[in-house]
């Protein structure tokens, strides 16, 4: 499976922009790139995907490399909800199996 | 309102006495599976369930067993827990007609230690 890199924690104050890096220089043309994040004491939440071109819903946008081997979480104003871990994911769009690998993911803090 | 809910969310437990968790979501959803969480080792996919009476072995499932006897529940059973299956494990749904690329539903988890 093609694995990512995330870095291990960032920082952010309340009501500025956050903008979370993935590196997947080993994806395929059918990998689509999640991004799920976990609050303290809760299970993981979906936040965005995207294939190639990049993404915008009411929770952040995603953009994407063009050349896909890397991707950028945006959240355009912090709040102190979004601490959490932040977890950048690849699944394989053209089979059935449904597995979702998480890596370690990034841990946000945000300053008051 | 729409959930995916375990039970129990603690459970403290012995080796070898047989438990179950329990997982029910009320989306009529058809994908089911479930994860462990361990330090270090992020997420990992368990047993899953792409409908009813099929379901298929994810990466650990040494240990386990799952069945789908219907659409909205899809117990994890430990015939004989052991100590390394004290984790942190989370149960999700998928709405159907959405494939591999479809938002993931978690439950809020169940804590099993096994003494």
């Known amino acids: 499976d093609a694995k990512t890199t995330q870095p291990n924690s960032m920082e952010s104050n309340e009501e500025e922009p956050v903008h979370l890096p993935c590196n997947h220089s080993?994806?395929?043309?059918?990998?689509?790139i999640h991004w799920y994040r976990q609050l303290p004491s809760q299970g993981p939440e979906y936040v965005i995907h995207?294939?190639?071109s990049n993404v915008n819903n009411r929770m952040a946008s995603l953009a994407i490399a063009e050349d896909r081997k890397s991707s950028t979480l945006i959240l355009h104003r912090a709040t102190l909800r979004d601490a959490a871990v932040y977890y950048c994911?690849?699944?394989?769009?053209?089979?059935?199996?449904?597995?979702?690998?998480f890596g370690q993911g990034t841990i946000l803090t945000v300053h008051p | 309102e729409a959930q995916v809910t375990q039970n129990p969310r603690y459970l403290i437990t012995v080796t070898g006495k047989k438990l179950t968790v329990t997982c029910s979501q009320n989306?009529?959803?058809?994908?089911m599976s479930w994860y462990r969480q361990d330090p270090g080792l992020g997420l990992r996919q368990i047993y899953y369930?792409?409908?009813?009476?099929?379901?298929d072995k994810g990466d650990v499932p040494e240990g386990y067993k799952v069945s789908r006897k219907e659409k909205r529940n899809f117990p994890l059973i430990l015939e004989s827990p052991s100590p390394n299956q004290t984790s942190l494990y989370f149960c999700?749904?998928?709405?159907?007609?959405?494939?591999?690329?479809?938002?993931?539903?978690f439950g809020e988890g169940s804590r099993l230690t096994v003494l």
């Open positions: 999700a749904s998928r709405p159907p007609g959405t494939g591999n690329t479809g938002e993931l539903f």
């Open positions: 080993t994806i395929s043309g059918t990998d689509y």
């Open positions: 995207g294939l190639t």
């Open positions: 994911i690849l699944r394989d769009g053209s089979t059935s199996y449904g597995k979702l690998t």
């Open positions: 989306m009529n959803h058809e994908y």
């Open positions: 369930s792409m409908n009813v009476e099929v379901t």
